[in-house]
């Protein structure tokens, strides 16, 4: 038998905890001591029994010390329930145009190329295409499993400046589901600045129950600072009028802020001040992807820190939630461990050129491409298969947080270090500082 990969000492050596389960064990200094030895060791349980005396049957029975085989098959059961490679979400980018220049747009950085190339919009017959080629990759997933989830997203640039197109699609995303081709429980998302939003397609948007994730990143000064016009004019007024005119239909809105060293200090009294404007639900604020903006050196500690003071502050005052933080609370007290936040596998991104890829961001990356829509096969995607999981990475199964952590976006990691396999520093560094803040590490 072995020490556990996910054995970790605290506490100057007076608890043992199992990154796994998150269950603590205190013991003497003396015992975790030899624990620490036999790091590496394969021992008989005569010479754990002599070793650790009464402790030896607990450290068993709490999985501090494993069959080495057993826990094997575990990592691997894990990383194939969280990999299992099936496609649930259609990313379409409706235009590369945008009316907006946002300074850290990933669009920017050097792993993407549609801001570079001839800015073009989406047509209907791609549209069209891409949606039956998602409901061929659907077709056979089961959605009776527990929480399953699809999902179409509306993407750009700026998607509103092809409401056109929007429009079309839904009404064919309708006839699909009525003729049984895709999930009717498929949710429809757009992501927009909301800044071209009018009467109509508030309405449209209401009426098609579409979810309309607006970003926004704070008050006048801080929002304007970052998300302004190629004439470098600010949107903040523009934006919420428009979050207004689609709030005046009743349509969902969730406020999508990204997190930066302007707006971190603020983010919990700017949700209050919003809920206070315009009546939302939920939220959700991001961390910047890895190396699409200069930050502070201190940048995801911070982030998080701020992340959960809003989150607990208007949890409390205004009974709001964040989608990320939200969840990520709820792994510290049950028995799940975190799904992969990076959504490559489980979705295809298709370009107005009616190229194919698994992820808008990563769209210079030839592993990324999954070239025509015609072409693209269940089968062919598992075996492009290039996103691994943290329970792959040799750094993250020695990691204390590999629990609560989602493992990171592949981009982070490609931008910061040039490999789609290894860690993405900011949301790294977040995860393992709120770990230790809520752990009191
Ligand atoms: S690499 Fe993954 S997490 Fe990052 S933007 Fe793409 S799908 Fe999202
Ligand atoms: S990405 Fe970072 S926080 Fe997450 S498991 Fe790996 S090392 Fe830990």
Redesign the pocket.
């Known amino acids: 038998m072995k020490l556990s990969k996910f054995a970790h000492s605290l506490n100057n050596k007076k608890m043992l905890i199992n990154a796994l389960t998150l269950k603590k064990i205190l013991l003497h200094e003396e015992v975790i001591n030899n624990f620490e030895k036999i790091k590496g060791l394969d021992l008989s349980n005569n010479e754990l029994q002599s070793i650790f005396g009464e402790y030896a049957d607990i450290l068993i029975k709490e999985g501090f010390i494993v069959e080495e085989e057993v826990e094997n098959n575990k990592i691997n059961s894990i990383i194939e329930y969280l990999e299992k490679p099936q496609i649930q979400s259609l990313y379409l980018i409706v235009t590369t145009n945008c009316n907006l220049n946002c300074n850290y747009c990933?669009y920017k950085a050097d792993a993407s190329q549609s801001l570079c190339g001839v800015n073009k919009d989406m047509s209907i017959s791609t549209a069209i295409k891409a949606l039956y080629t998602f409901s061929k990759l659907t077709m056979n997933n089961n959605v009776n499993q527990e929480s399953y989830w699809q999902q179409i997203t509306f993407y750009g640039g700026e998607p509103l400046i092809n409401k056109h197109l929007i429009y079309k699609a839904v009404e064919h995303i309708n006839e699909l589901k009525k003729e049984g081709f895709l999930w009717s429980g498929s949710n429809i998302v757009i992501n927009t600045n909301a800044i071209l939003v009018n009467d109509d397609f508030a309405k449209f948007a209401k009426e098609e129950n579409i979810e309309v994730q607006i970003s926004i990143d704070g008050y006048e000064n801080i929002h304007d600072k970052n998300r302004y016009t190629k004439d470098g004019k600010g949107s903040f007024k523009d934006v919420i009028k428009g979050i207004k005119t689609f709030l005046k239909y009743g349509a969902k809105v969730v406020p999508m802020i990204t997190v930066t060293d302007d707006n971190m200090e603020q983010l919990d009294e700017f949700v209050d001040w919003l809920k206070s404007e315009i009546n939302f639900g939920d939220y959700g604020m991001n961390i910047l992807?890895s190396s699409t903006a200069e930050t502070n050196n201190n940048y995801p500690e911070n982030a998080a820190e701020n992340m959960l003071k809003c989150h607990e502050f208007n949890l409390q005052k205004n009974g709001i939630c964040d989608y990320c933080i939200g969840d990520l609370m709820e792994l510290f007290n049950n028995d799940a461990i975190a799904k992969e936040?990076?959504?490559?596998s489980r979705?295809i991104t298709v370009f107005p050129n009616e190229k194919a890829y698994f992820?808008?961001?990563?769209e210079k990356v030839k592993d990324n491409e999954l070239g025509s829509l015609d072409d693209i096969t269940i089968d062919g995607i598992k075996q492009r298969k290039f996103k691994i999981t943290r329970f792959e990475r040799e750094e993250c199964l020695n990691c204390i947080a590999i629990k609560i952590c989602g493992g990171g976006?592949?981009?982070?990691s490609y931008n910061s270090n040039n490999t789609l396999k290894g860690i993405d520093p900011n949301y790294c560094r977040a995860i393992k500082h709120i770990f230790d803040k809520y752990m009191k590490l």
């Not at 976006?409 to 982070?412: I, K, M």
Request: charged letters at 5%.
């Open positions: 990933f992807i936040n990076c959504g490559i979705k992820c808008q961001a990563l976006c592949v981009a982070g």
